[in-house]
């Protein structure tokens, strides 16, 4: 699991950095500057629970339930930042990073989506890794 956090989070890291190159064509590049900050803490949050992971007793379903709810919060966090900042989008729960314009009841939908089961699998994952501690 290890090996598997550190990958993912290193994958993640590089896309966060990939992504700050984009800021500047972004409709709203101040939405792409949270994309790019979530990506790289994110990446860097996958790694240190990497490192963690030999001191976390857990079984091996709930080890892989809690991996599974925190990598998919960590890039559906970055995805849902960068697609907000693609679109204009993201109004109703990012309305510091939003602007004031609003995309298509489709795209608010997906980026509200995201960031609502994003919250809530990073509750629910890192509540079962201090579990493990």
């Known amino acids: 699991m290890q090996t598997v956090l550190f ?11 990939l992504t700050g190159f984009a800021i500047p064509a972004l409709k709203n590049p101040r939405m792409g500057l949270s994309s790019h900050l979530e990506a790289v803490l994110n990446g860097m949050f996958l790694v240190v629970l990497g490192l963690l992971w030999p001191h976390i007793q857990l079984p091996a379903a709930w080890g892989i339930t809690a991996v599974a709810l925190i990598v998919y919060a960590a890039f ?11 679109w204009d989008a993201g109004r109703k729960f990012a309305p510091i990073a939003a602007t004031d314009n609003v995309a298509s009841a489709g795209r608010e939908g997906l ?23």
Do not use: D, P, Q, R
């Open 76 to 86: 559906a966090n970055w995805l849902a930042t960068l697609l907000a900042a693609a």
């Open 7 to 17: 990958t993912l989070g290193l994958v993640l890291f590089l896309l966060g950095l």
């Open 111 to 133: 980026v509200g989506f995201l960031l609502v089961s994003l919250a809530v699998s990073i509750v629910a994952g890192v509540g079962i890794v201090i579990a493990g501690l």
